[in-house]
């Protein structure tokens, strides 16, 4: 299946500790991205890889690092974790700018606890 | 800063009836607008997107309508069937630009 997908899609963990979400794409896009969905629903964009060079990085805590070691791949390490992260995370792909429209993974349910 | 806004958190319609989902935006920089639809427990999907050179744009059930003086556009789905059952996405983005900003999103529910 041609798709987007992130693993894990469930992730219980405590404060303090540290975790990564993987995002893979068998799209051939060029372009990958991390969405957070808060509680109040807003689907708000962290991090842009184009062909493996980062090009949006939005104010978030420098706890929260991407990496890109293909553009097949955009994984999510977030160190010493925060009730407030609790929320859903979004991997998705493009083929060019954002008027293209993305692809979604099916997301990630991180639970700080 | 919410740029683009959906004020309306959910919709409630009869199976067959009009659904009508509307979306603001404050960002006079967007000129290209995308809907997503999205069930429970998986990821956004694409459903239909317009140009801000256009003013109307439809495919099969789904129409989008743009009104740039009133950085507005509005979704309308009819008939409405209970699979449209869902959360519909606006989203905005700027020529050149890899970022879509999204609102909050509508939960649409269509009773039988």
């Known amino acids: 299946d041609t798709a987007v997908s992130q693993t894990p899609k469930y992730l219980v963990t405590q404060m303090g500790n540290d975790k990564s979400i993987k995002c893979e794409q068998n799209?051939?896009?060029?372009?990958m991205y991390w969405y957070k969905q808060d509680s109040k629903k807003f689907l708000k964009i962290m991090f842009s890889y184009n062909n493996k060079e980062l090009i949006i990085n939005e104010t978030v805590p420098n706890r929260f690092s991407p990496k890109s070691p293909d553009k097949a791949h955009l994984n999510l390490h977030i160190n010493s974790l925060e009730l407030g992260d609790s929320a859903v995370y979004f991997c998705a792909s493009s083929q060019g700018q954002g008027i293209y429209g993305y692809t979604f993974g099916s997301g990630t349910r991180l639970t700080v606890v | 800063d919410q740029q683009v806004k959906q004020n309306s958190p959910s919709l409630s319609v009869q199976e067959g009836r009009i659904s009508i989902l509307n979306c603001d935006y404050t960002n006079s920089m967007f000129d290209y607008f995308l809907w997503y639809k999205k069930y429970p427990a998986e990821g956004p999907t694409f459903l239909i997107s317009i140009s801000s050179i256009k003013d109307k744009n439809e495919d099969g059930r789904f129409t989008v309508f743009l009104n740039k003086s009133a950085k507005h556009l509005s979704l309308h789905i009819v008939p409405s069937q209970p699979g449209d059952s869902a959360v519909y996405f606006c989203a905005a983005s700027a020529m050149n630009d890899y970022k879509l900003s999204f609102g909050a999103g509508t939960t649409v529910t269509v009773r039988a």
């Open positions: 799209l051939g896009h060029d372009t």
